[in-house]
């Protein structure tokens, strides 16, 4: 079994081999490679809440759709954040998804279960109806579009400049959760999706911790919407639809749950089988449909837990083995 530093040096590894060869790979892969890396953040906010609190939330869209529009309104209406006021449209995106977050939390925490994904969805679906319905501010249907991308002594309309940073912006993503949920907090929440009630006669205050990690998720959500608007270049109610979180909840799932690092895999899987088969055939959306399906059927723990599920098979055979030519 890999030790926790080796499991580390591995990412690390990996990431660095991505940040080489993702450059060398054309403008296509490198645009690619940039909307699947900002999607990756907001499918690890899910993954803070489904992997590792036990909470399966549909309306993460929402804090994505609220980084994205405010990133969009400020730069049209404003002309604000396409210089070095960038770093504070990103501040200011992770603060409204947390804000947004604290809001829906109150509604959200006190259910559990199918009743926690309802509500979660509804309140997601309120946020999307305001987004195609109020027109002076988000141009309802017809979204908003930017003009550009911001300048502040590096010119981020080069794609490849772009890319390496949202690839940073991902980077220290991953790090702040992964510190995050090997912290004492994120101890907790682990024994809270386990056994809430275990954690409760232990005397944790399990509704707080739960409400703070739903926060932190909106945080992170409210961050991914931000980098997603300059890397789309538009905005609109379909970033908001129940699909955009349907599609952060299956990223996690397709991964792995419970492991980061299983989120941005399944997002890369996801934004590269789209654009492969959206060229074979017109019904693709099927096809990726199947994936989901099998994954769920035959990888219930995502492609991150092969590893196990191979040396629980292997220990199989051989204490099988050991039965079988053990004397009698």
Not at 44 to 72: E, I, K, N, R
Not at 159 to 176: G, I, N
Not at 300 to 311: A, F, Y
Request: one cysteine or more; hydrophobic letters at 55%.
């Amino acid at each position: 079994m890999m030790s926790q530093t080796t499991k580390i040096i591995t990412v690390v590894v990996c990431l660095a081999a991505l940040a080489i060869i993702v450059p060398m790979s054309g403008s296509f892969v490198v645009l690619l490679a940039t909307r699947a890396l900002a999607f990756a953040i907001l499918a690890m906010s899910v993954d803070l809440l489904l992997g590792f609190t036990g909470l399966s939330s549909m309306g993460q869209a929402a804090y994505f759709g609220v980084g994205a529009y405010l990133t969009a309104v400020l730069a049209t209406k404003f002309h604000f954040g396409m210089g070095w006021d960038f770093w504070i449209v990103v501040v200011m995106g992770i603060l409204l998804g947390c804000a947004l977050a604290a809001v829906f939390g109150l509604f959200a925490i006190r259910a559990g279960g199918v009743y926690f994904l309802m509500i979660t969805l509804a309140l997601g679906q309120c946020v999307w109806g305001l987004a195609y319905r109020w027109n002076s501010l988000t141009g309802g249907d017809n979204g908003i579009n930017m003009s550009g991308r911001p300048r502040f002594g590096i010119d981020l309309a080069n794609e490849t400049t772009f890319f390496y940073l949202v690839f940073a912006f991902f980077a220290a993503s991953m790090l702040a959760l992964y510190v995050l949920v090997r912290s004492p907090f994120g101890r907790s929440l682990a024994g809270i999706r386990e056994r809430e009630l275990r954690m409760q006669i232990l005397g944790y205050n399990t509704w707080l911790h739960k409400y703070i990690a739903f926060i932190i998720a909106g945080g992170f959500g409210g961050l991914a919407g931000v980098l997603w608007t300059h890397t789309n270049g538009h905005v609109s109610p379909e970033t908001v639809v129940l699909t955009t979180s349907v599609d952060s909840l299956l990223m996690v799932v397709l991964g792995g749950a419970g492991t980061l690092v299983g989120a941005a895999i399944g997002a890369a899987i996801v934004f590269g089988l789209r654009e492969f088969l959206s060229t074979l055939v017109p019904w693709w959306q099927y096809a990726l449909g199947a994936v989901y399906v099998m994954t769920i059927l035959y990888l219930p723990m995502g492609l991150m837990g092969i590893p196990k599920r191979w040396r629980q098979r292997n220990q199989g055979k051989d204490g099988s083995k050991k039965l079988a030519t053990k004397p009698s």
